[in-house]
Nanobody, 125 residues
Framework: RLVESGGGLVQTGGSLRLACAAS????????MGWFRQAPGKEREFLVG????????DYRDTVKGRFTISRDNAENTVYLQMNNLELNDTAVYYC????????????????????WGPGTQVTVSS
């Protein structure tokens, strides 16, 4: 079970740190991904992190502003979001998979069987 937290209302240029807490004892066996979905838009992949802690490429629109990390001892994956922009407003989801994904599959949500309910991030001017 995955549960996101840390969302909220923030002004442009501000920061938020999202957390995704996982229940169970095998968190370290799962690769994790962060996605988001803005109103009226399709869900989009932001970044993933492997079991080893190595991360995938970031989506271009968040590169340099967002940072993913994981703490296997705490069963938690984080998404630090800095310099937030209006276009970052969305519901943010974490997802988990035990599959070994190739780079082209990381971005596709259907390869992640487990999802959190999401946390709302709203950026205002």
């Amino acid at each position: 079970r995955l549960v996101e937290s840390g969302g909220g209302l923030v002004q442009t240029g501000g920061s938020l740190r999202l957390a995704c807490a996982a229940s169970g004892r095998t968190f370290s066996s799962y690769a994790m991904g962060w996605f988001r979905q803005a109103p009226g838009k399709e869900r989009e992949f932001l970044v993933g992190i492997r079991r080893s802690g190595k991360y995938t490429d970031y989506r271009d629109t968040v590169k340099g502003r967002f940072t993913i990390s994981r703490d296997n001892a705490e069963n938690t994956v984080y998404l630090q979001m800095n310099n937030l922009e209006l276009n970052d407003t969305a519901v943010y989801y974490c997802a988990a998979t035990s599959a070994s994904l190739t780079p082209s599959l990381w971005t596709q949500g259907r390869y992640y069987p487990y999802w959190g309910p999401g946390t709302q991030v709203t950026v205002s001017s």
